[in-house]
């Protein structure tokens, strides 16, 4: 498969200096879009990249995960970020454009569940944030929880959500309010991962969900439960991995067809030690253990 990544010229004026001419330097480009839970790594990924590969600049963006997979298809990109796995119609409008979308692992996430610091909430089960979160769900104030949250006057559970052109937002869809289930009204939808962390930490009466390397000191994350029978489990990176958590999930980045060129070895690169490392480092779960030294 031809490489989409884009050659860059860099002409330096021509002239002589000393008796010499200025070397014609060539760069790679490689565009890479999509999630926003996986922005500040590929952002790091690039920055590392970068120095070891000074002749490889990697363009990283966010926008969602369905706004980066549209891209890839669409041929605009080389790399689509995401943090779901690609929808049958998004496989089938690729084919019909003669592409087949290759799918690589690149970590794991836990989808953290967070609450305002001062929440006295010690865990939350699969099935109580159906209901919070889900159409016609059954639980719309923190009394029905047995709470009484210190500065939410108004009793009201503020349900914070994302946009829904977010990876995030599907995979919460899928994995917790179940298939064919869409999210409640009024949910406020913000369009970062950091967003959400933001608004929860300014909102006592607030939940919300995002990528477990937003967590903050200045919110509290829940354990979660799959069903009211089970222990609840906190999201970490060791629960990521093993998927002990319930709502772990993996994260990819997409390409048309088999990698070439650059676009290879950048990701032949981010699946290696280093890269791996880069990911833990953030946050998130590598695909595999790795031996990374502490900064």
Known sequence: MKSMALTMMATLAAGWVVGQV?????????QNKGSD??????QAWAETYRKIRPDVAV???GGGSGTGIAAMINGTVDLANSSRAMKD???????KNGITAIEHLVGFDALAIFVHKDNPMPSITIRQLAEIYGEEGTLTRWSQLGLRLPGCKTDQIIVVSRQNNSGTYVYFQEAVLGEGRDFRLGTKDM??????????????????Y???AYDSPHVKKLPVA??????????????????????????????????AGEVKGYLDWIKSDAGQC???????????????VKK
């Open 22 to 30: 200025f070397p014609v330097q060539a760069r790679t480009m490689i």
């Open 37 to 42: 839970t996986l922005v500040n790594v590929a």
């Open 59 to 61: 363009a990283v963006t």
């Open 89 to 95: 119609k998004e496989l089938l409008e690729a084919k």
């Open 191 to 208: 369009h970062g991962s950091k967003d959400v962390v933001d608004l929860v930490e300014k909102t006592p009466c607030a939940i919300g």
């Open 210 to 212: 995002s990528g477990l």
């Open 226 to 259: 799959k069903d009211d029978q089970s222990s609840p489990v906190v999201s970490n990176m060791e629960n990521a991995i093993t998927r002990a958590y319930p709502i772990a999930r993996p994260l990819f980045m997409y390409t048309r067809g088999e990698p």
């Open 278 to 292: 880069i990911i833990k480092e953030k946050g998130y779960a590598p695909v595999r253990p790795v031996p990374c």
